[in-house]
Nanobody
Framework: QVQLVESGGGSVQTGGSLRLSCAASGFTYSTYCLGWFRQAPGKKREGVASISTQISSTYYADSVKGRFTISLDNAKNTLSLQMNSLEPEDTAMYYC???????????????????WGQGTQVTVSS
């Protein structure tokens, strides 16, 4: 059973940085796409970034390109999201998620992800 546990959320001012981590375990399939999603109050869940466990290809939502960086430490089974130049619009609950298969096929569509963490809150104040 895949388990995902996020950490690292918090409050920061505009222009600040935060680093989210996701401890992953229970992988039994050969390839997974690991992603970060976020959901602000009253809004739909949005895919932020994803990375494949087998290859280093990464995908980003246009809204975070150039500001966020997703990375995976396979030795530690830890997924990270470095968030720089944060804006109030980045305020949301952030979730780590996993899907079987390559990210190029899974993309950032949340319905393709079958495993989810409990979420960590990120708040950016102006």
């Amino acid at each position: 059973q895949v388990q995902l546990v996020e950490s690292g959320g918090g409050s920061v001012q505009t222009g600040g940085s935060l680093r989210l981590s996701c401890a992953a375990s229970g992988f039994t399939y050969s390839t997974y796409c690991l992603g970060w999603f976020r959901q602000a109050p009253g809004k739909k869940r949005e895919g932020v970034a994803s990375i494949s466990t087998q290859i280093s290809s990464t995908y980003y939502a246009d809204s975070v390109k150039g500001r966020f960086t997703i990375s995976l430490d396979n030795a530690k089974n830890t997924l990270s999201l470095q968030m720089n130049s944060l804006e109030p619009e980045d305020t949301a609950m952030y979730y780590c998620a996993a899907a079987r298969g390559y990210c190029g096929l899974v993309r950032l569509n949340d319905y393709n992800y079958g495993y989810w963490g409990q979420g960590t809150q990120v708040t950016v104040s102006s």
